[in-house]
């Protein structure tokens, strides 16, 4: 998954704390999403960002904030974890000769007990 | 309302044998067909897409199917190998609307020996 690299690969929260994945590329694409993946619901859009200082919700958004300070890195801020988020997050970048497919990041497993 | 819909969860297929994975899709407006792959602990990859203009679209041992008075596709896997055990996402997208792609909720793939 060069390109799009995330941080932490795995992290375990007690219900109430606070955390915030990263999401780094070297692709130089302005828009840049996030995603959870749960067992049998498929991936669902949390977050996405068109372009660097613009963010727009998408079909999961409750529970969580995003951050895009510059055009390389999209953050994820869960500020009061629960138990209902524990997922795999996974970033993703726009692919493709005219971006019709996303390049995905490895993911990180979040547990929050 | 589920605009993309696998109503297989799981499959499982002899190895040698033609995989079929079934995708419905409830919106006309929708341009780009994509399949994507998961392997357990890693991102999401593309597999192969089928623009709404076309019927089939074909690379190597893959071929998917566009049905679009049906509003179904399919991916067919000929033959299939025990490196095609994962999970299997359909997606669709609007093209230039935000780059954002409609997962559905996958189907497992399991190749038999």
């Known amino acids: 998954n060069a390109g799009v690299t995330q941080t932490p690969k795995f992290q375990v929260l007690k219900t109430g704390q606070s955390m915030t994945l990263q999401c780094a590329q070297d692709?130089?694409?302005?828009?840049m999403y996030w995603y959870r993946q749960d067992p049998g619901m498929g991936l669902r859009l949390i977050y996405y960002?068109?372009?660097?200082?613009?963010?727009d919700k998408g079909e999961v958004p409750n529970g969580y904030n995003v951050s895009r300070l510059n055009k390389r890195e999209f953050s994820l801020r869960l500020e009061s974890a629960a138990p209902s988020q524990t997922s795999v997050y996974f970033c993703?970048?726009?692919?493709?000769?005219?971006?019709?497919?996303?390049?995905f990041g490895p993911g990180t497993r979040l547990l929050v007990l | 309302d589920q605009q993309v819909k696998q109503n297989s969860p799981s499959l499982s297929v002899q190895e040698g044998r033609i995989s079929i994975l079934n995708c419905d899709y409830t919106?006309?407006?929708?341009?780009?067909f994509l399949w994507y792959k998961k392997y357990p602990a890693e991102g999401p990859t593309f597999l192969i897409s089928?623009?709404?203009?076309?019927d089939k679209n074909e690379d190597g041992r893959f071929t998917v199917f566009l049905n679009k008075s049906a509003k179904h596709l399919s991916l067919h896997i000929v033959p299939s190998q025990p490196g095609d055990s994962a999970v299997y996402f359909c997606?669709?997208?609007?093209?230039?609307?935000?780059?954002?792609?409609?997962f559905g909720k996958g189907t497992r793939l399991h190749i038999l020996p």
């Open positions: 993703a970048i726009p692919t493709g000769p005219s971006r019709e497919t996303q390049y």
């Open positions: 692709m130089n694409h302005n828009s």
């Open positions: 960002s068109a372009s660097e200082g613009t963010t």
């Open positions: 919106n006309s407006m929708f341009d780009y």
């Open positions: 089928i623009s709404s203009i076309k």
């Open positions: 997606a669709a997208t609007f093209r230039g609307r935000d780059d954002k792609i409609i």
